[in-house]
């Protein structure tokens, strides 16, 4: 199937959730459009739309919130006074104080029952089409409704199972959610094909899901549990599929770490299952702008297209890189950290050759000069480069200087926090804002080695070594620059340390943190040790929705 599947919005049936998101209830909106269109048509038609929920639902202030907002890795004050108030929401959520009302939990939960609910119109139209393909559809959308629910079990504890749109869901919880979205990837990994990916769910992007499904579910079966019981069985079937991916040979190690997260990614061997953002199909995500500086322009042919000073990353995680490394500078050791692409010791810079720099930032930056809206220019027409200043927030004093304390206190000032620029700005941001062509990932093989590496610690004493080479096959794949050196010991602080390292921002966290027994932790501005707040709240409006069926939907412990 070409890429222009994610064009056609519904040339057939459009699913809709109707009163309240939980019931799942769908309702064919407009069957005449179908008319005059082919087979194919019809039919892509009907699978985009399960697709086309991943744009909203991965948007920066949904589920990168949900994930790393409210973990170590991320903090998001309320800067100047002015920016990133929004009722404290963000602060709440990483004090782990959020309520049943927040507007991101809500509308994760609608991205992910609209979801869900797309896949079941899908699932039970498509056996009408004549076209070939609809058997492949019709796998890939019962994978994505596993997906789906996969999301919600780890956010909100529960899973839907439906497949008549008429009646209203099962709700399931712990093993019983387990083996349901178990049983729809397992029922439909035979029939994916692997040659579509990674905007679409393939077969290895089935075991991976797979593989994570297994190394979740001790966490799953009880959540508030003050350990979790990780059985030999689900660790073996952790090891078993990704064996498989990894032995599929569909996917390469990147040697350039940072190439993971450009604008051209698409295309890179290292994505397994992804989020579609190609420019063609109207590419629109804020990952690359959410935590830059908004003095930090980083196109020369935009001089609209800046930053939102939005999160920074807590001390407590950066110190995590800082004491792997010391007394070398993390930037010095390892290529993931940091990569720099703007020579500073150079004023004039041709805009073309223009590119601000990669992956953890500090310190003063360096950029671009606008002046009166405009980028200011050297006498040969080049653009001129210096030290920046946080002029577009009134406060041209005040250096664009990331420090690496960030808190709550005296309404952060706009230079606290060491940022995060793992996305690649887009070329073709006119704002900054939209246009973000990079894919998002998902899924990837590195991910996939640490789990297997992680499934074989926890099996138990004598499969350190085995971990250990798994750890350093990715650390040791990073050879365009700096190439982080080999380990010489493997446990499960150590992999925990390396899944940071290698994935941040890339929203596991959360999902790590509760599984390594982290996250009643304390941290930069964050006390709270209940593990009832490992899931978030069912949205008040939901439960609201489904109060003629009493009992149906209940709120989760603790809110």
């Known amino acids: 199937m070409i890429k222009k599947i994610f064009y056609i919005l519904s040339l057939y049936t459009v699913a809709t959730i109707i009163g309240s998101c939980s019931k799942l209830e769908e309702q064919v909106l407009d069957e005449t459009s179908s008319v005059g269109a082919t087979d194919k048509e019809v039919t892509e038609g009907v699978i985009a739309p399960v697709y086309g929920i991943l744009p909203g639902l991965f948007q920066h202030t949904q589920y990168f919130a949900l994930q790393e907002i409210s973990t170590d890795e991320a903090i998001l004050p309320y800067r100047g006074g002015t920016d990133w108030g929004d009722n404290g929401i963000y602060i709440s959520l990483h004090k782990h104080e959020t309520t049943s009302s927040d507007p991101n939990v809500y509308n994760v939960w609608r991205n992910i ?33 596993a997906y789906y629910n996969l999301l919600s079990l780890d956010l909100f504890g529960i899973a839907f199972q439906k497949d008549d749109p008429k009646i209203n869901s099962v709700i399931l919880r712990g093993n019983d959610a387990i083996e349901y979205i178990k049983s729809e990837l397992l029922a439909v990994e035979s029939l994916l094909r692997d040659d579509v990916g990674p905007g679409r769910i393939t077969k290895q992007a089935a075991w991976g899901l797979l593989a994570r499904l297994h190394l979740q579910s001790a966490v799953y079966r009880d959540i508030y549990a003050s350990s979790f019981n990780f059985t030999g069985d689900d660790m073996d079937k952790v090891i078993q599929y990704c064996d498989q991916v990894i032995n599929s040979g569909k996917f390469q190690l990147s040697p350039e770490y940072f190439e993971l997260f450009d604008d051209a990614n698409h295309t890179n061997k290292e994505l397994i299952f992804a989020v579609d953002q190609r420019a063609d199909l109207n590419g629109h995500n804020r990952m690359a702008y959410f935590s830059l500086s908004g003095d930090q322009f980083p196109l020369a042919a935009y001089p609209g297209a800046n930053g939102t000073d939005g999160p920074g990353i807590t001390s407590d995680f950066y110190q995590s890189w800082a004491q792997a490394y010391a007394p070398n500078d993390p930037a010095e050791m390892d290529g993931r950290f940091f990569k720099r692409n703007l020579d500073t010791t150079i004023t004039c810079i041709p805009g073309n050759d223009f590119n601000i720099d990669r992956g953890i930032l500090r310190g003063q930056q360096y950029g671009l000069i606008r002046t009166g809206g405009v980028f200011e220019t050297c006498p040969n027409g080049d653009k001129k480069v210096g030290k920046l200043y946080n002029n577009t927030r009134n406060r041209p004093d005040l250096p664009v200087y990331f420090t690496e304390d960030i808190d709550f206190s005296d309404f952060s000032n706009y230079n606290n926090g060491y940022r995060v620029e793992k996305y690649e700005f887009s070329r073709g941001s006119v704002s900054g804002r939209n246009f973000g062509e990079h894919d998002i990932v998902i899924l990837r093989l590195a991910d996939i080695y640490l789990m297997r590496a992680e499934a074989k610690l926890r099996k138990g004493a004598g499969n350190e070594a085995a971990a250990l080479a798994d750890v350093n096959t990715v650390r040791a794949s990073r050879t365009a620059r700096v190439v982080p050196p080999d380990l010489t010991e493997m446990n499960l602080d150590l992999l925990y340390r390396e899944r940071g390292f290698e994935l941040y921002w890339e929203m596991v966290r959360r999902t790590d943190m509760i599984r390594f027994g982290k996250y009643e932790g304390t941290w930069t501005e964050k006390a709270n040790s209940d593990p009832k707040k490992r899931i978030f709240p069912i949205p008040q409006n939901a439960i609201d929705g489904a109060s003629n069926l009493p009992g149906y939907l209940e709120q989760n412990d603790g809110y």
């Open 113 to 145: 029952t609209q979801g869900i609910s797309r896949a079941i119109t899908a699932i039970t139209t498509l056996p009408n089409s004549m076209d070939p393909n609809a058997p492949l559809f019709i796998a890939e959308a019962r994978g994505m409704r």
